[in-house]
């Protein structure tokens, strides 16, 4: 079976032959029909965070597939079910943070695509208990995008606790932020999205953006305090400027949330406007298989539009060179035999 296969960071990714994995105890085979390219991939491709994989590796946390054999011990799935495998690739189930609904921040949790092998490849295994059942209706294409950015940003939105009236601003309308507004507009929130190119700014107002805020004219914060401020501002654009400019355009008591991962990140947060202002800044990682199941719903529901193009397998380096440049409408999908 083909894979596109990490051999040593910020290289090109190689399309190789690899055995077929044989699933373990606990364990399912998928036969991937699609897997979105989430700028993650691209982070881990390049080896850019404090805590990196392991090459070789196979990226791919947006991988959605039919399960096509079981390994001892699995009963609730069959082969045939069709499943997505989140980033959330397994969790123990036992620490403090899995028995209180936190899953995404166990220590021991395996992350697909980066501490184990991800979907750019035909086939991958996963563990059944994480791999998520998709809804009928609901084709690979459109479940792939939300494996992960449709999962995170609709718990990001859970964390911000936004409520309806409320001024919501996503910053980066990509693959997470296309997803982002249209949360925010089912919360009832206002939104102001924020992006800097033409494409990203149409494609916001298109999915509901009650504003839309092109930094480079403009200085969020700027026009954010015009609007009274942001209640809740999630940061998806890789740049940490963007997330200062963000922290800059809070109401009182609003929230920054932190979900995008800029390569050494640090944000300066003034003691005194945070103290007298009662902002918070919160960091928010992915969803858990709870979130997903609701982000399926939704759309199973008709109430989410998954902005795509697709792609072969064999074009991902330049795959990711249009993501870093800015020229794909929200997400590529890897199509490994979606249609057939
Ligand atoms: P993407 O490349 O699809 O989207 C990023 C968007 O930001 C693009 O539309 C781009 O035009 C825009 N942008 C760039 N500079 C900007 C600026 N200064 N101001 C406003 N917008 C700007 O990326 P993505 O797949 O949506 O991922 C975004 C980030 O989120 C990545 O760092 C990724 O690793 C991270 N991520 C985090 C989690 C999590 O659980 N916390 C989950 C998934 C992805
Ligand atoms: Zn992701
Ligand atoms: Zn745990």
Known sequence: MKAAVVRAFGEPLVIKDRPEPEPGPGQVRVRVEACGLCHTDIHAARGEWPVRPHPPFVPGHEAVGLVEAVGAGVTHLSVGRRVAVPWLGWACGRCEHCVSGRETLCEQQINTGYSCDGGYAEKMLARA???????????????????????????ALKVAGIRPTQLVAISGVGGLGHLAVQYAKIAG???????VTDDKLDLAAELGADLVIDARKHQAGEVLRRYGGAHAALA????????????????RGGKLVMVALPPHGTVRVPVFDTVLNGTSVLGSVVGTRQDLAEVFRLHAAGRTSVVYETRPLARVNESIDEVLRGEVRARIVFDLGAGR
């Open 189 to 195: 929130a206002t939104v102001a999205a924020i992006d």
């Open 236 to 251: 998806l654009a890789v740049d940490e400027a963007a997330f200062e400019e963000l922290r800059s355009g809070l109401r």
């Open 129 to 155: 208990g994480f791999a998520q059942p998709v809804p009928q209706g609901i084709t690979a294409l459109e479940a792939a995008p939300l494996t992960c950015a449709g999962v995170t940003t609709y718990k």
